[in-house]
Structure formats: structure tokens, C-alpha cells
């Protein structure tokens, strides 16, 4: 299996350049190369909260999705709660998003961009 050198990612036979790096892929890796901390934040990486601030509540999944990538653009994570009454049938009453208070002034400021 073909290798990105610079991010270490693995590819399926047939690839020969690594879309996020944009070098040409190795079969093998050198092992004394250690992997480079990516800037990307994945779905499953975990972000503590020290102090979370209430920024806006949304209605729906799309707009959540939207302020995510506005926010963390410039490495704001955030954090969502879904509001109901906790049972099978909750009452959907929207999706409040919180920053880290230390990022609250800086989201505000670029959320004010999107009219929200």
C-alpha cells in the first residue's frame, strides 16, 4: 500500500499522490521520520472545555455545521447541546453552541459576519 511521506496517511493501490500534501506517495515509510502534528481537527479528537460560554442557539444541524467550519477556520472548537425535555418525545427547542471563554470575544466577533 502506497504512503503520503509527509502526513503518513495510507492509500489504496492506484494512488500515487496524496490529495492533502500533494506529494508523490512512497510504498514504505522511513521509520525515523515521526508523523507531523496536523493542524485538522477530526471528528473523534477530544477539545476540554475549561470555562464553555453560550454563544447562539440554532435551529437546525446545517447552521451548526456552518459555524463549525467558520470557527474552527480559525481554530475556535465548539461545543453543542441539544435542548428537550430528555425524553422519547422531547421537544426539540434548538441547538445552543458554546466557545471556550477565552475564544468568546474573538467567535462573537466573526459569528456577527453571518447574521445570526
Given at each position: 500500500m502506497?504512503?503520503?511521506?509527509?502526513?503518513?496517511?495510507?492509500?489504496?493501490?492506484?494512488?500515487?499522490?496524496c490529495?492533502d500534501c500533494?506529494?508523490?506517495?512512497?510504498e514504505?515509510l522511513?521509520?525515523?521520520?515521526?508523523k507531523?502534528?496536523?493542524?485538522?481537527?477530526?471528528?473523534?479528537?477530544?477539545?476540554?472545555?475549561?470555562?464553555?460560554?453560550?454563544?447562539?442557539n440554532?435551529?437546525?444541524?446545517?447552521?451548526?455545521?456552518?459555524?463549525k467550519?467558520?470557527?474552527?477556520?480559525d481554530?475556535?472548537?465548539?461545543l453543542?447541546?441539544?435542548?428537550?425535555?430528555?425524553?422519547?418525545?422531547s421537544?426539540?427547542?434548538?441547538?445552543d453552541?458554546?466557545?471556550?471563554e477565552?475564544?468568546?470575544?474573538?467567535?462573537?466577533?466573526l459569528?456577527?459576519d453571518?447574521?445570526l
Amino acid at each position: 500500500m502506497p504512503w503520503c511521506p509527509v502526513c503518513k496517511d495510507e492509500y489504496r493501490s492506484g494512488f500515487f499522490r496524496c490529495k492533502d500534501c500533494d506529494v508523490d506517495l512512497v510504498e514504505e515509510l522511513d521509520t525515523e521520520i515521526e508523523k507531523p502534528n496536523k493542524k485538522k481537527q477530526s471528528k473523534t479528537d477530544v477539545v476540554y472545555f475549561e470555562q464553555e460560554t453560550f454563544i447562539v442557539n440554532v435551529n437546525d444541524e446545517f447552521t451548526v455545521d456552518i459555524i463549525k467550519g467558520f470557527l474552527e477556520n480559525d481554530d475556535i472548537p465548539i461545543l453543542t447541546k441539544r435542548k428537550g425535555t430528555g425524553n422519547m418525545h422531547s421537544l426539540f427547542m434548538g441547538i445552543d453552541v458554546y466557545v471556550q471563554e477565552k475564544h468568546f470575544e474573538k467567535a462573537k466577533k466573526l459569528l456577527s459576519d453571518l447574521n445570526l
